[in-house]
């Protein structure tokens, strides 16, 4: 379903309380391959008056490869039995596995943009990137480093911050009449 009414910042405001989720799953596609990962974090506004979606990367993940190839990205918000799907994209890579055939994952081309969209979502943002920011040490407080980018695999895994235009939104049928949108 393609429904302006919802890219405005108010109505993507309001979608953020009814992710029956904290996570979300982010797909990419390029060169033929489509690959799936759970993210925590991604935030919802307007920058440079379109609406959009911000997403972190970090340089290491098979979907940093595939999203600087593609250029954009489809952010699915998951549906309530989803959660072994978002167990599964968070912890196998898109290297090693293909996650949408070991999954049985319905997906369909997006609309708007190079990419899928995963069909049992109730939600998907389709995004083009129109900027990107590298988390450089320098540019970040002490005590962030100290959380997120100190120790073991982090060291040096920095986020690549993805700045995606919302070009489209795709609600599934059974959650058109949920209130919360
Ligand atoms: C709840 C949860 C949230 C996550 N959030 C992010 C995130 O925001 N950014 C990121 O780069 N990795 C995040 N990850 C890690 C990736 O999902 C994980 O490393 C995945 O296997 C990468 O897949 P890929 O190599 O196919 O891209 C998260 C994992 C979980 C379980």
């Not at 989720?21 to 008056?49: C, D, E, Q, R, Y």
């Not at 489809?74 to 293909?98: A, I, L, Q």
């Not at 055939?101 to 943002?125: F, H, N, Q, W």
């Amino acid at each position: 379903m393609n429904d302006n009414r919802f890219l405005n910042a108010a109505a993507i405001q309001k979608s953020l309380g009814f992710l029956p989720h904290p996570g979300l799953l982010l797909a990419t596609s390029a060169s033929g391959v489509s690959n799936v990962m759970t993210i925590g974090w991604a935030t919802f506004g307007v920058l440079w008056s379109r609406p959009v979606c911000l997403v972190m990367v970090r340089y290491t993940r098979y979907t940093y490869k595939l999203i600087e190839e593609a250029g954009a990205f489809t952010v699915n918000v998951p549906s309530p039995d989803m959660e072994r799907v978002m167990d599964f994209c968070g912890s196998h890579s898109g290297r090693d596995v293909d996650k949408i055939r070991e999954l049985g994952l319905a997906a369909s081309p997006a609309k708007m943009v190079p990419g899928i969209i995963l069909d049992d979502c109730a939600l998907t943002y389709e995004c083009r990137v129109v900027g990107q920011y590298d988390t450089l040490p320098k540019m970040l407080a002490e005590d962030v480093i100290t959380s997120h980018y100190t120790g073991g695999a982090k060291e040096a895994n920095y986020h690549r911050l993805y700045v995606g235009e919302i070009v489209h939104l795709r609600k599934k049928r059974q959650w058109q009449n949920t209130s919360t949108i």
